[in-house]
């Protein structure tokens, strides 16, 4: 089992930054391919962006691209969100997830292929 933990999220203008952090409990954290999710009201959950085990491979979704950089530090068991340049699109929650069953060669994108969950948070962008 592994117990997932965000925080960091908040209100921000447009235009403006944060960063997220998900802090990792339970079995060994650089074992697992992280991702990062958002669901904003009304909406499906969508992939934002994921991260491989050894942190040398990322994905992102096209919206992010150039604004948002993922990273991890496995000695701290923690994977991070920066987010840059936020839009009022961008206002979702955010879930950080782990993905025990990676694939060589691919990030995950979909969030049945994670095995493990936080509980979320929220980021809000005021245009």
């Known amino acids: 089992q592994v117990q997932l933990v965000e925080s960091g999220g908040g209100w921000v203008q447009a235009g403006g930054s944060l960063r997220l952090s998900c802090a990792a409990y339970?079995?060994?954290?650089?074992?697992?391919?992280m991702g990062w999710f958002r669901q904003a009201a009304g909406k499906a959950r969508e992939f934002v962006a994921g991260?491989?085990?050894?942190?040398?491979?990322?994905s992102y979704v096209d919206s992010v691209k150039g604004r948002f950089t993922i990273s991890r530090d496995n000695a701290k068991s923690t994977v991070y969100l920066q987010m840059n340049s936020l839009k009022a699109e961008d206002t979702a929650v955010y879930y950080c997830?782990?993905?025990?069953?990676?694939?060589?060669?691919?990030?995950?994108?979909?969030?049945?292929?994670?095995?493990?969950w936080g509980q979320g948070t929220q980021v809000t962008v005021s245009s």
């Open positions: 997830a782990a993905d025990e069953r990676w694939e060589y060669g691919r990030i995950a994108t979909m969030a049945s292929e994670y095995d493990y």
């Open positions: 991260i491989r085990w050894s942190g040398g491979f990322q």
């Open positions: 339970g079995r060994t954290f650089s074992g697992f391919d």
